[in-house]
Each structure stands twice: as structure tokens, then as C-alpha cells.
């Protein structure tokens, strides 16, 4: 892991000088969230999950990512949902294998909103009579949910008074 933090180090030390400004060190621990590191990011991503070291993810390396195949186990449904995305979405040039070019996009999407995208999905899943507003009792219900979220701060906002609430 040293050469790999010291690749990602140099990439966030803008100025050079060795030593992490607030916003360098910041960047260094959340790479996907600055531009100049994004290249740092599809990177890693490459060398996690590219197990034949051919510099590309193959279908099967991109599904070992995510599930551990049993010995003669059939494959969940969700699991061949994954693969048809991967032919369909992801290997955008359709050889078979992700580029750089194509986990880029995969990881990095350009108008995709991480925040309003989970905010959708908690109103989703706790807004039982679907009116598109959450009640006190419905965050209450699934406040396993609520606490397991980056958009309250894994919980932590919720403790705190909202006129919205």
C-alpha cells in the first residue's frame, strides 16, 4: 500500500513541497471529489479489480468485484443483471473489456449527483404512502436506513432541530 499512497500523495500535493495543505490532504483521502486526482482514481480501480494484470476489466474480473462465485452455485438474478450491464453500458466500445476510458465513465459519470441520488433513494425506500414527503414516523420506521446514509451524515444530522421535520 506505500507506493500506492505515495502515488496518490504526489498527485494531491499540488505545490510539490511535500507537506498536505488542508485541501491537499483532502483530496489525497477523497480523490474522487477533485479533478486532478481523477486519473489517480481510475487507476486504482484498475489495479483492484484487474486480477490477469492485462490492463483492462474483463466481464468476469468486473463480476468478481462484487460476488464470490460458489463451486457450482447458480448465479443470483441480480448477478446476470450486472453482466448485461457490463455489455450493454459499461464496455462502451464492445471488445469485451474496460478501458481506462470506460471505467472512467463507469466510476466517474459526469452528470450523476451522489447526493441527490441518495436523497432519492431514502425518500424511495421510507415513503410508504408514496407522497413524496417524508413523515416523522416514516424516517422513524426505517431509521436503520437514515443512520447508514452519507446524506445524514450517517445519522448524525438527524439529531439535530429542522423546521422541515
Do not use: C
Request: proline fraction near 3%; aromatic fraction near 10%; charge should be negative.
Amino acid at each position: 500500500m506505500l507506493p500506492r499512497d505515495e502515488r496518490r500523495f504526489k498527485a494531491a500535493d499540488l505545490d510539490g513541497d511535500q507537506t498536505a495543505t488542508r485541501e491537499e490532504f483532502t483530496a489525497f483521502l477523497h480523490p474522487e471529489e477533485f479533478e486532478h486526482m481523477k486519473e489517480i482514481v481510475v487507476l486504482e480501480t484498475l489495479e483492484d479489480i484487474d486480477k490477469n494484470g492485462d490492463g483492462f476489466v474483463d466481464q468476469d474480473e468486473y463480476i468478481a468485484d462484487m460476488f464470490s462465485h460458489e463451486e457450482n452455485g447458480p448465479e443470483p438474478d441480480w448477478v446476470l443483471s450486472e453482466r448485461e450491464q457490463f455489455t450493454e453500458f459499461r464496455d462502451l466500445n464492445k471488445d469485451g473489456k474496460l478501458d481506462k476510458d470506460e471505467i472512467r465513465h463507469w466510476i466517474l459519470p459526469q452528470d450523476y449527483d451522489h447526493a441527490q441520488a441518495e436523497a432519492r433513494h431514502l425518500v424511495y425506500e421510507s415513503d410508504k404512502n408514496k407522497d413524496e414527503k417524508l413523515t416523522k414516523e416514516e424516517i422513524l420506521e426505517n431509521w436503520n436506513m437514515f443512520v447508514g446514509s452519507q446524506a445524514t451524515n450517517y445519522g448524525e444530522d438527524l439529531t439535530k432541530n429542522h423546521d422541515e421535520l
